[in-house]
């Protein structure tokens, strides 16, 4: 029987890489303190030091770790806004595709 094949969120994986780049340790030692293939933590590792060289080849510099966390709280407020809002639009519908119920009529 094959094992099952784990999904990491990006804020996870991006929180693995800064481990290995804003500590200094070393890829294998981030692997197995987080359990995770140390083969895929240098694959996120090397793509996030992609995403900040060219965040720092453009005039943005790089999000610090506390603006890093805000834009997660974020995005993820944003995304739950847009459920209830998805939400409260099927209820509107719902409601008004009903005929309104006449007074006096039994």
């Given amino acids: 029987m094959g094992t099952t094949r784990r999904k990491f969120t990006l804020e996870f994986k991006t929180d693995a890489a800064h481990r290995v ?3 200094g340790r070393t890829v294998v030692e981030v692997a197995g303190e987080l359990s995770v293939d140390k083969g895929s933590l240098a ?16 005039s943005d510099e790089p999000l610090s770790p506390a603006e890093r966390a805000e834009l997660l709280r ?16 099927k209820a509107a519908a719902y409601f008004a595709a009903m005929p309104p119920k006449q007074k006096g009529s039994l």
């Fill in 21 to 23: 780049i804003d500590t």
């Fill in 74 to 89: 974020l995005r993820r407020q944003v995304a739950e806004q847009e459920k209830d809002l998805a939400f409260l639009g």
């Fill in 43 to 58: 694959r996120w590792v090397r793509d996030e030091r992609r995403r900040l060289e060219a965040a720092a080849g453009s």
